[in-house]
């Protein structure tokens, strides 16, 4: 029984992880309907710094706050110089350039930091362990978790009860609308980007915490599936969002179990996307429009 | 103002001019031998190309402060294939169409080994593939040799192993899903009832993994004597930190890919105590063994492993060959490869090929103590590893 | 000629019948697709099953078509249900699936690959000529395409399908031809590959490959053939071009891609239309 519920467990840990950095995209495809790929270079840039200053300062905590804080203007600096320029285009446009970004990224963070990847000097997280109903768990997976929870209660803690929360919302459902009412738009979009992209490099950090191992390609494995996640959760829908991270964590962690000769982890990932997909083209919980 | 003293005479430019046409003209003519070499520079297998680039390098430096092979240098004409199956076909038409190869080298993955071979047998090319193990490779040609023991004799080294020298017969296979992988559990697999295994559970995991969750949790459940793996470091090191975080205490046996440094920096204490079939016995007291580390680790930056040192040997064999043959003729060179007897490659004495051109060589084996690589025992059963012969 | 020239003209071609070919499917119908290089090895692996059981050539190149126009069309058919940003990662998916499934099944190689394909029997030259032939081929008919009815419906589906249905197309049918043509095209793709190389291994048909396939359709000019021919020429043989861009492959692909759609989202054609309107006005 206890393996059971270790798969849970360790579907809820990629769940969570999944569910920071859909966010993110979800944020982003809400108010632009860009589908931001180079999500994935924002969350590799973010391990990348925490992994650099942390070694560098003997101190975890700067090398967080550094990453965060680094994204969030990476995120919005992205905004700026790639997606603002192409918003008139049909979104296919600022895909391509997107992955155009992520491919030149990871590929920089081969030629500058090495093929073989960087290794946090002082990291005794992933070994500590603790017995919580009676399973194993490390400190790292319980610090993903609650991460994840954190984040997203305060993220629909400000959507719905904040002032900057309300007009984030407003301008996603009616952007004229809410430009009339006086919300910046051009404001949100740039919290957006920075808020995404903060999740997006602590996912990176605590992913380079749990593995001990931040590597060029890091990106590619999870921005695919992050895309799936949206799309499941039906694009543009925290709620929905959440509810696919966590359902496509728990599928991948049963589905490699049981169906994992037959197909590989990500066709698993995928395969589930798809037929949620031909039952509910609308997504999890997307809203049936355009 | 130039000193008296410094001014050259007059008839200095012209004739050092007049010196370096003549040395671009008949320099040419005092031939270099050019050894083809294939190795994935960029792209998935970066790590290991840039190992096998350096050693390969070192190798040709070697054999030139040597004497060169027949009175002439010898010279490394480099493509990076990705270790893609396209990349392989093109660069290798490339080195023998565009630069005239007449011996290759293969620093690079199965995949493109096994694609390029059969272009080199076409050419009557000599051609080593250091370390890819697709079965078909060698049998692409009687001009195509292998200097590493195939996934099969390695899976069958670790079973007898786990059996004679660990006396654990209860085993969970965990395997990575690529070709190595799956030829080394296929070789494995086969000789279980040999040696008395049982194999409690059998996993793979695809390369790109990083997270072990659900394949740790059923060998918790499946509760073994021992744990047989195969993976690369980056797959290896955080896979065993997670067996052993979930309270997993039973001896882990790696395969081959598993000896690299970074597998101990990611992974640090968790891998004490790893056993590796295949890994590179970096104790043998052998001046070229010791003068290779120390080099590889200077120029590199990270400690040699085996991928370097079988590149390394593969460029000496071929020169090796070269000077036994007495010719530059490749099918001369073929022939001294072919009957190749003893000779010191950097992991162990390779004793010879078979007629499948496949080596007969005794296979290390390593333990991970102090955060060092350190050779634990020898499979030197050489019957048990013997390669197929087609 | 050398076997080194013979293998770049094969390359060249497979790749501008994979460019234009998807070319039809999101540049002309406005489908968006990242998983054109499932076809491209559906294809392949078709191909390879039958010639390594005995098939002759133009059996086994037959087989390819039809089976990658197959899967063309169960795809083509998740494009009707689908808007575009479903449908690319429905796409993207598929490119997963395709790999993921084939490197697990025995019956297919798995990660092993189908190896000793036999020759063509067309040798190194011939093997090249038949590529360029086809490659032409799909060329030709991209461009009559351009200017036939079909393709008259298939930028109407492309550019704005409620319009087209009031106007009395057909968006399924037209979605599902764009579909089976362009990928029964990639199917050839692939069949000719395996010929070629005589030895397929599941990873040179990932995501990243449609990916390149996809830029080379952008950095062309989506909708244009002969910009799309020029940018898969171009893509395939810069790094042969630049040796030195070897270990910077990567990193001069992904700022191409921005530069271009960033400044010249057009493509390479719209740069060409600029220069011509520039050079007709004096």
Not at chain 1, 249 to 272: K, N, P, Q
Not at chain 2, 290 to 318: D, I, P, Q
Not at chain 2, 370 to 377: L, V
Not at chain 3, 33 to 43: E, M
Request: net charge positive.
């Amino acid at each position: 029984m206890s393996y059971y519920l270790d798969l849970a467990f360790n579907g809820l840990v990629f769940g969570c992880m999944y569910a920071l950095m859909a966010v993110g995209l979800t944020l982003v495809y809400g108010l632009l309907r860009i589908l931001h790929i180079a999500h994935a270079a924002v969350y590799a840039f973010g391990a990348y710094v925490a992994v650099i200053v942390a070694n560098g300062t003997g101190s975890l905590a700067l090398g967080l706050a550094a990453s965060i804080g680094a994204a969030a203007l990476l995120g919005m600096a992205i905004y700026r110089a790639l997606y603002q320029p192409l918003l008139a285009y049909p979104p296919y446009v600022p895909m391509i350039a997107s992955i155009g970004l992520l491919v030149l990224m990871e590929d920089g963070f081969r030629i500058a930091f090495g093929e073989q990847g960087l290794t946090f000097a002082r990291n005794p997280y992933p070994t500590q362990l603790h017995e919580l109903a009676g399973l194993t768990v490390n400190t790292v997976q319980i610090a993903i978790v609650g991460a994840a929870i954190a984040c997203v209660g305060l993220l629909a803690l400000v959507a719905y009860r904040t002032r900057i929360g309300i007009g984030w919302r407003a301008t996603v459902s009616d952007p004229a609308m809410a430009a009339s009412f006086g919300v910046d738009a051009i404001k949100v979009r740039y919290l957006n980007f920075a808020i995404g992209s903060a999740l997006a490099a602590l996912a990176g950090a605590l992913i380079a915490l749990l593995n001990n191992f931040v590597e060029p390609s890091m990106g590619f494995v999870v921005s695919y599936k992050a895309l799936a996640v949206i799309v499941l959760g039906g694009l543009g829908s925290l709620q929905g969002t959440l509810v696919a991270s966590l359902a496509l964590g728990l599928v991948e962690s049963y589905g490699t179990i049981f169906v994992g000769h037959f197909m590989d982890r990500d066709a698993i990932a995928f395969l589930f996307l798809i037929a949620v997909l031909i039952v509910r083209p609308q997504g999890l919980a997307g809203l049936k429009t355009a | 103002m130039i000193p008296a003293t410094d001014r050259r005479p007059y008839w200095a430019w012209p004739l050092s001019a007049l010196l370096t046409l003549w040395l671009a003209a008949v320099g040419p003519a005092c031939a270099q031998v050019k050894l083809g070499f294939q190795a994935p520079l960029t792209g998935q297998a970066a790590t290991d190309g840039k190992s096998a680039n350096i050693a390969a390098e070192m190798a040709i430096e070697k054999i030139n402060t040597g004497g060169g092979v027949l009175g002439q240098k010898m010279e490394l004409v480099t493509y990076d294939d990705q270790a893609k199956t396209e990349e392989a076909v093109f660069t290798a038409n490339k080195l023998i169409g565009q630069d005239g190869v007449k011996f290759a080298v293969s620093g690079s993955y199965s995949a493109s080994g096994r694609a390029a071979a059969p272009i080199f047998q076409k050419a009557a090319v000599p051609f080593i593939s250091a370390y890819g193990v697709h079965p078909d490779i060698t049998r692409s040609g009687d001009y195509i040799f292998r200097t590493v023991h195939l996934g099969p004799p390695q899976g069958r080294a670790a079973a007898k192993f786990l059996a004679d020298n660990l006396g654990r017969k209860r085993v969970s296979v965990i395997t990575m899903d690529n070709d190595y992988g799956q030829a080394t559990f296929e070789g494995f697999k086969s000789a279980v009832d040999r040696f008395g295994i049982k194999v409690l559970g059998e996993y793979t995991y695809s390369l790109k993994d990083r997270q072990f969750g659900s394949i740790v949790a059923s060998v918790k459940r499946d509760n073994p004597d021992a744990v047989y793996v195969t993976g690369y470091f980056f797959t290896a090191a955080p896979l065993v930190s997670q067996l052993r975080s979930a309270g997993i205490q039973a001896p882990i046996v790696g395969s081959q890919a598993f000896d690299a440094q970074k597998l101990i920096e990611i992974a640090g204490p968790a891998v004490e105590g790893v056993y590796i079939v295949g890994g590179l016995n970096r104790d043998r007291d052998v001046p070229e063994l010791k003068e290779y580390l120390a080099g590889f680790e200077k120029r590199s930056g990270y400690a040699g492993e085996n991928v370097g040192a079988t590149v390394y040997s593969a460029v000496r064999l071929m020169a090796d060959a070269i000077g036994r043959a007495g010719s530059l003729d490749p099918a001369k060179v073929r022939d001294a490869l072919a009957a190749t007897h003893n000779f010191p490659h950097l992991a162990g004495e390779l004793v010879s090929f078979n007629s499948l051109r496949e080596i007969n060589m005794p296979m290390n084996v390593n333990v991970v103590k102090e955060g060092k690589f350190r050779h634990y025992a020898w499979i030197d059963d050489l019957q048990l590893l013997a390669p197929p012969t087609e | 000629m050398s076997a080194y020239v013979y293998s770049l003209l094969a390359i060249i071609g497979i790749n501008v019948m994979l460019a234009v070919s998807l070319n039809m499917i999101s540049g002309f119908c406005g489908q968006f697709s990242l998983g054109h290089a499932a076809f491209y090895g559906t294809g392949a692996y078709a191909a390879a099953l039958l010639a390594a059981g005995g098939s002759t050539l133009p059996l086994a190149l037959a087989a390819a078509v039809a089976v990658a126009a197959l899967l063309g069309v169960v795809v083509g058919f998740a494009s009707l249900r689908l808007r575009h940003d479903f449908l690319a990662v429905t796409t993207i998916g598929v490119s997963f699936l395709f790999v993921g499934f084939v490197r697990k099944q025995a019956w297919l190689g798995a990660e092993m690959g189908i190896s000793r394909i036999p020759p063509s029997g067309l040798g190194n030259e011939g093997n090249a000529l038949l590529i360029v032939g086809c490659a032409l081929a799909t060329i030709a008919l991209s461009l009559y395409l351009r200017r036939s009815w079909m393709g008259f419906a298939f930028r109407a589906v492309g550019d704005d399908e409620d319009a087209a249905r009031s106007a009395g197309i057909s968006i399924t049918a037209y979605k599902l031809a764009a579909f089976t043509l362009g990928t029964g095209i990639a199917g050839l793709a692939g069949g000719l590959y395996a010929y070629f190389t005589q030895f397929i291994v599941p990873d040179s048909f990932g995501f990243i490959v449609s990916v390149m396939l996809m830029a080379m359709v952008v950095i062309g000019g989506t909708g244009s053939t002969l910009g799309v021919v020029m940018a898969a020429a171009i893509l395939t043989l810069l790094p042969e071009i630049f040796r030195f861009m070897k270990d910077y492959r990567l990193l001069v692909f992904g700022a191409l891609l921005i530069l271009v759609v960033r400044f010249a989202p057009g493509g390479l054609a719209g740069i060409g239309r600029a220069v011509l309107a520039k050079a007709r006005a004096r």
